[in-house]
């Protein structure tokens, strides 16, 4: 799909990839190097979060401005990527139509985000918002909601550790805060639930 939307992108008029990454690390340094106006990140990377990787981005290179491409659900993540530095998301089933939308936009200097993802968040910052508290899954932190989804994928305690480069503690403390927000009992309910939403995704 990567190399798909790179060819969409070098026939637009104006426009040029740079480089392309499979990974975190590498696409860090591939900014490093080319200094690109614009990276489109996926959240789902095999050796760290896309959040991560964007608020990597924005902190070293603060010129290069990041769009999301994500399969995830917009609703969930979509203001946490803006949050993180992105200017803009755009989900991976709408990227033929929308992406050269966003990437023009954004190079802009404005902010892409779906309709429906525009709406709902000027609600929040209208009159609503003293209305809405946000309730289940949306109360968890991002490295809360990373965690679940390892847990989701049934990954180990000390994988999770390793993977994200914090102490097996760290880690039993992010999954009795989960098991607090989302008002599970115990580990097995924690398990059945994030498995669930693991699937659904």
Do not use: F
């Not at 981005?57 to 946490?80: F, K, Q, W």
Request: glycine residues 10%.
């Amino acid at each position: 799909m990567r190399h798909g939307l790179a060819q969409l992108i070098r026939v637009e008029p104006g426009l040029d990839v740079g480089g392309e990454a499979g990974n975190a690390r590498d696409g860090l340094a591939a900014v490093g190097n080319l200094k690109p106006d614009v990276v489109v990140v996926d959240l789902t990377l095999p050796d760290k979060n896309g959040l991560e990787l964007i608020k990597d981005i924005h902190s070293m290179y603060p010129g290069t401005r990041c769009i999301v491409l994500s399969m995830h659900d917009e609703n969930l993540y979509a203001e946490r990527a803006l949050r993180a530095g992105a200017r803009g998301y755009v989900m991976k089933e709408m990227a033929a139509e929308t992406l050269i939308v966003a990437i023009r936009r954004v190079l802009d200097g404005g902010i892409y985000v779906s309709d429906v993802m525009a709406s709902r968040m000027l609600e929040q910052v209208s009159g609503q918002r003293g209305k809405v508290n946000a309730t289940g899954i949306e109360q968890l932190t991002d490295r809360e909601l990373e965690v679940l989804a390892m847990i989701g994928k049934g990954t180990a305690t000390k994988i999770i550790a390793e993977h994200l480069n914090i102490s097996a503690r760290t880690v039993e403390a992010h999954r009795s805060h989960i098991k607090e927000k989302l008002g599970l009992t115990d580990g097995p309910a924690l398990m059945r639930y994030a498995v669930q939403w693991a699937e659904s995704k």
